[in-house]
């Protein structure tokens, strides 16, 4: 996430400068970096402030696709819906359009897969097993739609494929998860990382710890920007693994009658209908 953060800043310096601005690789590393660490001084010295913090960039968020789109709708120009909808082209060398659409997918799956941050806070939340799933489902139902709504507006206005394919423009959760793994003994060193110091109330070891591999990870982007995509890709498919193994699971005993664990939030009868629905969604395009 950071390093797409600091690529869109690179973005924009690029956009405002065309003429006097040379695209390095190395300035995206160092954008990166600045992101983390200033996101990590949300994580520490700030973490109390940080549900008033996360309210304002909800409204900052809410706000931005306005923002975004009615300029478009304005100003760009808008493509027909015969080519905009029908045409499809293949720029990155697969031979088979279907393969190629499904290797597509993994970036626009992966702005829908973030939304299970919310569980790595569960031990912060009062009464998770109601309010985590409803978290969950008030995350992806509004910003699935925004989704689909600025999704259309950038088809509709991308103009030509061929110059923006030309372009160079193309945090709190982590630091709990890997806390969390280190209480239950599941890394190296967990004693000294599951340590929440006196005064801080906050895993600090834990945020710096995910602070120097986050660090060390955006480098990878000076050797080759292919490589750091592809292991941004790669946690991607982690976590549709991880869906695919417990959603399986829960289709398993759903089918063969054995009761589920007792839970204060349920699908009810719904429940084995969407869990099918979500298997045949991301199967195709983990595969």
């Known amino acids: 996430i950071c390093f797409m953060v600091g690529s869109c800043i690179q973005g924009l310096i690029v956009l405002n400068n065309l003429d006097t601005y040379i695209f390095q690789a190395w ?43 009615i300029p478009l709708w304005v100003m760009a120009p808008r493509g027909n819906i015969h080519d905009t909808l029908f045409k499809f082209t293949t720029t990155g060398g697969w031979p088979d359009l279907g393969l190629a659409s499904m290797i597509g997918m993994v970036n626009p799956i992966g702005v829908l897969v973030g939304y299970d941050c919310a569980v ?5 939340v009062r009464d998770a097993g109601i309010v985590l799933p409803r978290a969950l489902i008030w995350s992806v139902v509004p910003n699935g739609i925004m989704a689909l709504v600025m999704g259309a507006t950038f088809i ?35 004693a000294w990382l599951s340590h929440v ?41 982690s976590l549709l693994v991880s869906y695919t193994v417990t959603i399986t699971c829960l289709v398993w005993r759903r089918l063969s009658g ?3 664990p007792p839970r204060k939030w349920s699908l009810g009868r719904y429940g084995l209908t969407i869990n099918l629905i979500a298997l045949a969604f991301v199967l195709p395009v983990l595969f």
């Open 27 to 69: 300035h995206g590393t160092l954008l990166t970096i600045a992101v983390i660490l200033f996101v990590s001084l949300f994580n520490t010295l700030l973490a109390a402030r940080l549900p008033l913090i996360e309210g304002v960039l909800l409204i900052l968020h809410m706000a931005g696709l306005f923002a975004i789109i």
């Open 120 to 124: 790595h806070m569960s031990e912060e």
């Open 156 to 190: 509709f206005c991308i103009g030509d494929i061929d110059d923006v394919l030309a372009s160079p423009t193309e945090v709190a959760t982590a630091s709990r998860q890997l806390w969390s793994f280190a209480r239950d003994q599941g890394v190296p060193f967990s």
């Open 197 to 237: 110091s006196p005064g801080w109330n906050i895993p600090i070891r834990a945020v710096l710890v995910s602070v120097v591999i986050s660090t060390l990870l955006s480098f990878i982007n000076i050797g080759s920007y292919v490589a750091l995509n592809a292991i941004n890709s790669l946690g991607v498919v």
């Open 258 to 260: 054995t009761p589920l």
